[in-house]
C-alpha cells in the first residue's frame, strides 16, 4: 500500500470541508456587519432582527468549522513533516500568525459580541462585529499568503538544504496571491449571498408572514451575490495571466489534470453571476417577494458557489503537482516516514469525524433557518445564540 495518494487524499478532504466551513463564515459575518450597521445608523427594530437571525446561522458555522481546521493544521506537523523541515521556516510564519493574531483575536471579539447584546453600548457592539469581520479576513490573508509560496516560493532561500526566509514583504507581492485574495474573497460573498437569497426564498415558498423581514434579507443578499460574482469572474481570469509568469505549465499540460475542474468552475461561476443579474433585474423592478419560479432557483442554486469553490481549490492545488513547494519540494519527498495502513485509518476516522461535523452544522442550521427570525425583540441582554 502506497501512502503518498492516500495521505493526499486525506489532506484534500480535510482542506475541502474547511474551507466550506470558511466560505460561509466570511461571507455569511459580512452581510450581518452590514445589517447592523444599517441598524445602527437607523434604529429599524427589522434590522436588528436580522442582524441576530443571520448572526445565529453565523456563528452555528462557525463554531463547527473550528474542528475542521485544528485537524488540518496537525496534519502539517504529523503527515506531511518533509514539509515543515524543507520550508518550516518560511510556510509556518503566515501560519502561525494566523493562529496566533488572527483567529485568537477573532475568536474573543466573537465572544464579546456574542454575550454584548444589550449589554453595550450599540456602536461598541458594532466595533466589535466589525473587529470579527476584519480578523476573519486578516484570517483568510495569511492562510492564502502560505498557499502563495507553495505555489510560487518568493522571499526565501536555499540554505543547507532547507530554506530560509529573506524577504517577509515578498509574500505579500506574490504574483500568486495578488490575484487570488480578492478572487477568494469575492467567493465568500456571492457565497454568503447565495445562503441568505436561499434561505429567504425557501420562505417565501412557505407563504411566510415575515415578507418584510425576507424582504429586506433577499434585497440585500442579492446585491452580495451579485457583486461577488462579478468579482470572483474577474479575478478568476485576472489569475491566468499571473499563473502565467509562475507556473507556465499549469494550463497548457493537459496531462495535470486541471481541465475539468477548471471548465467546470468557469461553467458555474458564469450561472452564479447570471443568477444574480436575475434577481438584481428583478430588485430594479420590485418583483422579489413574487416571482415564485426565482425562489425555486435561488434554493436550489445554494451549492453552486460551494462546488465551484472546490473545483477551483482542486485546480489550484492538483496543477502544482509534482511538486509540494513550486520547483523546491516534491510532494513524495516532503511525506513523513508513516505507515500507510495508521494513514488511512486516519483517514477514515476523520473523514467519519468531518462527516458528523457537516450532518450536525446542515441540522442545526437548517433548524434555525426554518424557525425564521424571533416574532419580537429578543430580551435585554439576551445573547444572539439564545433559542437554538
Same mark, same amino acid.
Given at each position: 500500500?502506497?501512502?503518498?495518494? /492516500?495521505?493526499?487524499?486525506?489532506?484534500?478532504?480535510?482542506?475541502?470541508?474547511?474551507?466550506?466551513?470558511?466560505?460561509?463564515?466570511?461571507?455569511?459575518?459580512?452581510?450581518?456587519?452590514?445589517?447592523?450597521?444599517?441598524?445602527?445608523?437607523?434604529?429599524?427594530?427589522? @434590522?436588528?432582527?436580522?442582524?441576530?437571525?443571520?448572526?445565529?446561522?453565523?456563528?452555528?458555522?462557525?463554531?463547527?468549522? /473550528?474542528?475542521?481546521?485544528?485537524?488540518?493544521?496537525?496534519?502539517?506537523? #504529523?503527515?506531511?513533516?518533509?514539509?515543515?523541515?524543507?520550508?518550516?521556516?518560511?510556510?509556518?510564519?503566515?501560519?502561525?500568525?494566523?493562529?496566533?493574531?488572527?483567529?485568537?483575536?477573532?475568536?474573543?471579539?466573537?465572544?464579546?459580541?456574542?454575550?454584548?447584546?444589550?449589554?453595550?453600548?450599540?456602536?461598541?457592539?458594532?466595533?466589535?462585529?466589525?473587529?470579527?469581520? $476584519?480578523?476573519?479576513?486578516?484570517?483568510?490573508?495569511?492562510?492564502? @499568503?502560505?498557499?502563495?509560496?507553495?505555489?510560487?516560493? +518568493?522571499?526565501?532561500? #536555499?540554505?543547507?538544504?532547507?530554506?530560509?526566509?529573506?524577504?517577509?514583504? %515578498?509574500?505579500?507581492?506574490?504574483?500568486?496571491?495578488?490575484?487570488?485574495?480578492?478572487?477568494?474573497?469575492?467567493? %465568500?460573498? =456571492?457565497?454568503?449571498?447565495?445562503?441568505?437569497?436561499?434561505?429567504?426564498?425557501?420562505?417565501?415558498?412557505?407563504?411566510?408572514?415575515? +415578507?418584510?423581514?425576507?424582504?429586506?434579507?433577499?434585497?440585500?443578499? +442579492?446585491?452580495?451575490?451579485?457583486?461577488?460574482?462579478?468579482? =470572483?469572474?474577474?479575478?478568476?481570469?485576472?489569475?491566468?495571466?499571473? $499563473?502565467?509568469?509562475?507556473?507556465?505549465?499549469?494550463?497548457?499540460?493537459?496531462?495535470?489534470?486541471?481541465?475539468?475542474?477548471?471548465?467546470?468552475?468557469?461553467?458555474?461561476?458564469?450561472?452564479?453571476? #447570471?443568477?444574480?443579474?436575475?434577481?438584481?433585474?428583478? @430588485?430594479?423592478?420590485?418583483?422579489?417577494?413574487? %416571482?415564485?419560479?426565482?425562489?425555486? @432557483?435561488?434554493? %436550489?442554486? /445554494?451549492? $453552486?458557489?460551494?462546488?465551484?469553490?472546490?473545483?477551483?481549490? $482542486?485546480?489550484?492545488?492538483?496543477?502544482?503537482?509534482?511538486?509540494?513547494?513550486?520547483?523546491?519540494?516534491?510532494?513524495?519527498?516532503?511525506?513523513?516516514?508513516?505507515?500507510?495502513?495508521?494513514?488511512?485509518?486516519?483517514?477514515?476516522?476523520?473523514?467519519?469525524?468531518?462527516?458528523?461535523?457537516?450532518?450536525?452544522?446542515?441540522?442545526?442550521?437548517?433548524?434555525?433557518?426554518?424557525?425564521?427570525?424571533?416574532?419580537?425583540?429578543?430580551?435585554?441582554?439576551?445573547?444572539?445564540?439564545?433559542?437554538?
Amino acid at each position: 500500500m502506497n501512502a503518498l495518494p /492516500i495521505a493526499r487524499l486525506q489532506f484534500a478532504t480535510t482542506t475541502s470541508f474547511h474551507f466550506l466551513f470558511v466560505l460561509l463564515t466570511l461571507g455569511l459575518v459580512t452581510l450581518v456587519a452590514v445589517m447592523q450597521t444599517r441598524w445602527t445608523l437607523g434604529g429599524k427594530p427589522e @434590522l436588528l432582527r436580522m442582524t441576530r437571525f443571520w448572526g445565529r446561522l453565523y456563528v452555528i458555522n462557525y463554531a463547527l468549522g /473550528i474542528a475542521t481546521g485544528i485537524v488540518m493544521e496537525f496534519q502539517f506537523g #504529523l503527515t506531511w513533516t518533509g514539509l515543515s523541515a524543507f520550508a518550516g521556516d518560511v510556510f509556518g510564519a503566515p501560519l502561525a500568525i494566523e493562529t496566533l493574531v488572527a483567529f485568537f483575536l477573532e475568536s474573543t471579539f466573537l465572544g464579546l459580541w456574542i454575550f454584548g447584546f444589550g449589554r453595550m453600548h450599540k456602536w461598541l457592539h458594532l466595533t466589535l462585529l466589525w473587529l470579527v469581520t $476584519l480578523t476573519a479576513y486578516a484570517s483568510a490573508l495569511f492562510i492564502m @499568503l502560505a498557499n502563495s509560496f507553495l505555489q510560487n516560493p +518568493v522571499g526565501s532561500r #536555499l540554505e543547507n538544504g532547507t530554506l530560509r526566509l529573506d524577504d517577509f514583504g %515578498a509574500l505579500f507581492t506574490n504574483p500568486a496571491l495578488t490575484a487570488s485574495l480578492p478572487h477568494v474573497a469575492g467567493a %465568500a460573498i =456571492v457565497t454568503g449571498g447565495f445562503f441568505v437569497v436561499g434561505v429567504s426564498a425557501w420562505h417565501f415558498l412557505r407563504r411566510t408572514s415575515e +415578507v418584510e423581514f425576507f424582504r429586506r434579507s433577499m434585497r440585500l443578499g +442579492v446585491v452580495a451575490a451579485l457583486l461577488g460574482s462579478i468579482l =470572483v469572474v474577474n479575478q478568476g481570469f485576472a489569475q491566468f495571466g499571473e $499563473l502565467a509568469k509562475y507556473q507556465p505549465d499549469k494550463l497548457e499540460d493537459a496531462g495535470v489534470g486541471v481541465g475539468l475542474p477548471l471548465g467546470l468552475m468557469i461553467l458555474i461561476g458564469f450561472a452564479m453571476l #447570471l443568477c444574480a443579474l436575475l434577481g438584481a433585474l428583478l @430588485l430594479i423592478r420590485n418583483w422579489l417577494t413574487k %416571482a415564485r419560479f426565482l425562489h425555486y @432557483l435561488m434554493v %436550489a442554486a /445554494i451549492p $453552486l458557489p460551494f462546488v465551484a469553490a472546490i473545483l477551483g481549490w $482542486l485546480v489550484r492545488e492538483i496543477g502544482r503537482q509534482p511538486w509540494l513547494v513550486w520547483g523546491k519540494l516534491r510532494t513524495a519527498d516532503a511525506i513523513a516516514d508513516v505507515p500507510a495502513g495508521q494513514i488511512l485509518f486516519s483517514f477514515i476516522a476523520f473523514s467519519l469525524l468531518f462527516a458528523a461535523l457537516a450532518v450536525a452544522d446542515w441540522v442545526l442550521m437548517a433548524r434555525v433557518a426554518k424557525r425564521g427570525p424571533d416574532p419580537v425583540e429578543a430580551p435585554t441582554g439576551q445573547p444572539v445564540l439564545s433559542g437554538v
